[in-house]
């Protein structure tokens, strides 16, 4: 299987900045699409950020301009900087990841716990 941890969460004040990372480990032939998720407390997941493996990238209209998501395929991870940070970016943030684990299987999803970002006004 596939483990995702994410790291670099945390408190900041309005306008801000973070950089959230996730790496990906265990049986992985290849990588495909990777992501992060945002849920907010009472609020659905929504998609904040993807990129693909030839680093084609996707944003949501509420952050772009502020957030950049990347990736390193040789070390298996993705990041997300976060800057211009306002209250309702508070979230836990969730890094996706979209898994080849053999040559000879198909994709299979996978998630991380998540990483706590909180933003004070």
């Known amino acids: 299987q596939v483990q995702l941890v994410e790291s670099g969460g945390g408190s900041v004040q309005l306008g801000g900045s973070l950089r959230l990372s996730c790496a990906a480990s265990?049986?992985?032939?290849?990588?495909?699409?990777m992501a992060w998720y945002r849920q907010a407390p009472g609020k659905s997941r929504e998609l904040v950020a993807d990129i693909t493996n030839d680093y084609s990238t996707n944003y949501a209209d509420s952050v772009k301009g502020r957030f950049t998501i990347s990736r390193d395929n040789a070390k298996n991870t993705v990041h997300l900087q976060m800057n211009s940070l306002k209250p309702e970016d508070t979230a836990l943030y969730l890094c996706?990841?979209?898994?080849?684990?053999?040559?000879?299987?198909?994709?299979?999803?996978?998630w991380g716990k998540g990483t706590l970002v909180t933003v004070s006004s």
């Open positions: 996706y990841a979209d898994v080849t684990i053999a040559w000879y299987s198909g994709k299979m999803d996978f």
């Open positions: 265990g049986s992985i032939f290849r990588i495909n699409d």
